[in-house]
């Protein structure tokens, strides 16, 4: 059954990059016909969809993210990443990597753990 | 983007129960409907896809049904595990958005 892990600095500085990846195990990212995206979750809130890349490469991304958003692969490694520039306290959050899958609808079937990324000076 | 609102926001009910969650969406997602299940400090668990289909290793108790833009997530006799917090999201037009959950308390 897939894996999938998180990393990365769980602190980062206002107007800074916040990078993230995550590691799949029992799957190859640069297989189909899986979609590998980003969610994240505000303590306390919901969930935001942030964006997925698919194994050809090709990308969807939140328009409200768009311009400071890349999400790419690393086939060599097995996995893939979020960079998400400029970043804000509004950035704080739980941020989850997920398989999506596609059975009569596209659904995101595996996560990760998450992990806590703080925005602060 | 497409607006999705649970209702209720929050429910308590008894173990052994039957539980309904709705779901309304502010356009057409046809049958693009999945449902998620968090418990506190964990990913959410896919519970439900395509509105009505039934997720590997899920219970049938929980049964999803709906088009369009109403949907309904049942859970037939809630048991102990199912106290949590449900999300709906619909993945028919990107950027896929999901509801503000509704927490299901133990009453």
């Known amino acids: 059954q897939v894996q999938l892990q998180e990393s990365g600095p769980g602190l980062v500085k206002p107007s800074q990059t916040l990078s993230l990846t995550c590691t799949v195990s029992?799957?190859?990212?640069?297989?189909?016909?899986?979609?590998w995206s980003w969610i994240r979750q505000p303590a306390g809130e919901g969930l935001e969809w942030i964006g997925r890349?698919?194994?050809?490469?090709?990308?969807n991304y939140n328009p409200s993210l768009i311009s400071r958003l890349t999400i790419s692969l690393d086939t060599s490694n097995n996995l893939f990443s979020l960079r998400l520039t400029s970043v804000t306290a509004t950035d704080t959050a739980i941020y989850y990597c997920?398989?999506?899958?596609?059975?009569?609808?596209?659904?995101?079937?595996?996560w990760g753990q998450g992990t806590l990324v703080t925005v602060s000076s | 983007d497409i607006q999705m609102t649970q209702s209720p926001p929050s429910l308590s009910a008894s173990a052994g129960e039957r539980v309904t969650i709705t779901c309304r969406a502010s356009?057409?997602?046809?049958?693009?409907l999945n449902w998620y299940q968090q418990k506190p400090g964990k990913a959410p668990k896919a519970l439900i896809f395509?509105?009505?289909s039934l997720e590997g290793g899920v219970p049938s108790r929980f049964s999803g049904t709906g088009s369009g833009t109403d949907f309904t997530l049942t859970i037939a006799s809630l048991q102990p595990e199912d106290f949590a917090t449900y999300y709906c999201?619909?993945?028919?037009?990107?950027?896929?958005?999901f509801g503000q959950g509704t927490k299901v308390e133990v009453k």
């Open positions: 395509a509105a009505s």
């Open positions: 997920a398989r999506e899958s596609w059975s009569s609808a596209y659904f995101l079937d595996s």
């Open positions: 999201q619909q993945s028919y037009s990107v950027p896929w958005t």
């Open positions: 029992n799957a190859s990212v640069s297989s189909g016909p899986y979609y």
């Open positions: 356009e057409n997602v046809h049958k693009y």
């Open positions: 890349i698919y194994h050809s490469g090709d990308t």
